[in-house]
């Protein structure tokens, strides 16, 4: 998934999406931040995209579970 973000929701959810798609379905906030739908739970949240270099491997293995 060379192409793929990994993404933080604001309830802490982690999951993928390229940032072409996330870019073109979400309302965009400024400062890396947007609204979009969370994978995870289906709600409408702020999230943002996560250094990959911050996640241990559990988090990013669970990121890859979700895609946007």
Known sequence: M???EIFRCS???LY???WVKASLLSLHLGF???IQRCPVDHHWRT??????NEL???Q???ARQ???
């Open 60 to 62: 990013v293995a669970e």
């Open 47 to 52: 999230a943002s995209r996560v250094n990959v």
């Open 2 to 4: 060379p192409n793929d």
């Open 66 to 68: 979700h895609k946007f």
């Open 56 to 58: 241990t491997d559990e």
């Open 11 to 13: 309830d802490g959810h």
């Open 32 to 34: 890396g931040r947007h």
């Open 16 to 18: 993928t999406a390229t």
